[in-house]
């Protein structure tokens, strides 16, 4: 079902999804407005999403759907009519959530809405007041070392007003009403790998699995962080029952080593399957413990609904200088780390799916192998020491209460090999299905 895509349609799927993200990365995004509906218009073209629109004001647990923000331009410009920082040449320029400004001030003034990084003079940082009515503008340090004693014009154009949240949703009904839940943000603007990784990797999984039979059914949810999960959890109260386990994608295309974050009780079935997927890679990788302060698994773990919902990254967010400013850009991610990760999701889904629990059906001492012919198909023509290894693995816990990622963690052999092992002797009858995953 899953088996490994050609190295065309592979190079095809990395160089696509980054594509994707350069199409995406100019788009002036936040947690509401256009900028979000555009981006899920062009993910649109590759998945069927629903577009959801929640009017401000919607009470969604102890919050409330914002108004709805919009931008135009905004501009600094010196005395002499030079515009010395310009949204249009940076989305990040502007605070985010800015109110609309139009006035000439001093620079002492102005200075107190001006953000730099002194200690990155050459990058924009990444802020916003969504919760504040406030302006602001983001510029480099090197930007506001360069400004004198001079009257500024300032421009924000900007409408902030009673409209909607947007979200998008996909879900592709499997054998079960049992849901995987696979959820990305799409509120930040030019922003590569906190962010446009993630949505574009989410694109690709959906695009993937859209004409796949599945045992599971699947939800893909494109919200904006944090208000979005909320509003998603207070309106579809009622799915959460169905939602069996469930991960967050984001900062998944840099060039660092993966990392996991388990859920909130650390010890479920998706912990096992992501942690395994790593190992089974062969790669540098990192566990980490659920944090009340990550993403929006904070949302969905929160002690009312305690979803085992995990997060599988590269470098986690914050643990990069790039992190919330200009330079998690274009080049701070790249196609073979996207594609690195596309895969291990595809993993992940890859055990889900076929995580089922055998019962042997020679359970008394082992069968003769050798007569059935099975020693000459496996591993091909020659028979390799670790196929026999994972094949008397098999056997020996296909007891119908060990599933083959019970065995596959216990046997140290990888997933792939176990499962393959396991469809050998169930076509040989060695095996019979006692529980479908
Ligand atoms: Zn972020």
Redesign the pocket.
């Given at each position: 079902m899953y088996t490994p895509q050609s190295s065309k349609k592979a190079d095809l799927t990395a160089s696509g999804m980054y594509d994707l993200i350069k199409k995406l990365y100019p788009i002036p995004r936040s947690i509401t407005g256009n900028g979000v509906r555009q981006t899920l218009k062009i993910i649109s073209k590759k998945i069927p999403l629903k577009i959801h629109e929640v009017p401000t004001g919607t009470k969604v647990f102890d919050w409330e759907v914002p108004k709805e923000w919009n931008i135009k331009d905004a501009y600094i410009k010196d005395s002499r009519g030079k515009k010395i920082v310009d949204f249009k040449k940076s989305n990040l320029h502007v605070l985010n959530y800015s109110f609309s400004v139009e006035k000439k001030m001093r620079f002492s003034e102005l200075k107190k809405h001006l953000h730099t990084l002194p200690d990155h003079p050459d990058w924009i940082p990444?802020l916003s007041s969504y919760y504040k009515e406030n302006w602001g503008f983001c510029l480099t340090h090197k930007q506001l070392l360069g400004m004198k004693d001079d009257f500024y014009e300032v421009v924000i154009d900007s409408i902030l007003e009673k409209g909607h949240l947007t979200y998008g949703e996909l879900y592709l009904p499997g054998k079960k009403k049992q849901e995987i839940l696979l959820s990305c943000?799409i509120c930040?603007p030019s922003?590569c790998n906190?962010?446009l990784s993630g949505v574009v990797l989410l694109t690709y999984l959906a695009h993937y699995l859209k004409n796949l039979k599945t045992n599971y059914s699947y939800r893909f949810l494109f919200i904006p962080?944090t208000i979005g999960a909320i509003t998603w959890l207070c309106l579809n109260e009622d799915k959460v029952s169905q939602i069996k386990y469930g991960l967050v994608v984001?900062c998944v295309g840099d060039s660092g080593h993966s990392t996991y974050r388990k859920t909130r009780d650390g010890n479920t079935l998706i912990d096992k399957v992501v942690e395994k997927v790593l190992l089974d890679a062969g790669t540098p990788y990192k566990i980490e413990d659920f944090s009340p302060c990550g993403?929006d698994e904070r949302q969905f773990s929160s002690p009312g609904f305690n979803m085992p919902v995990g997060s599988l990254m590269r470098t986690p967010?914050g643990g990069y200088d790039e992190?919330?400013t200009s330079a998690d850009n274009l080049s701070f991610i790249n196609s073979p780390c996207l594609l690195d990760s596309f895969y291990k999701y595809l993993g992940v889904i890859d055990i889900l799916e076929h995580n089922n629990t055998f019962l042997n059906l020679n359970p008394k001492c082992e069968p003769q192998l050798g007569r059935r012919g099975i020693y000459t198909l496996l591993g091909g023509k020659k028979e390799t020491p670790i196929s026999q290894v994972a094949m008397f693995w098999v056997l020996n816990f296909s007891d119908g209460k060990h599933s083959l990622l019970d065995i596959a963690i216990r046997s140290g052999i990888n997933f792939k090999q176990i499962k393959e092992t396991a469809d050998l002797l169930l076509a040989k009858d060695l095996l019979k299905i006692s529980r479908i995953n």
């Open positions: 990444y943000y930040h922003l906190d962010n962080e984001t993403s967010h992190y919330h």
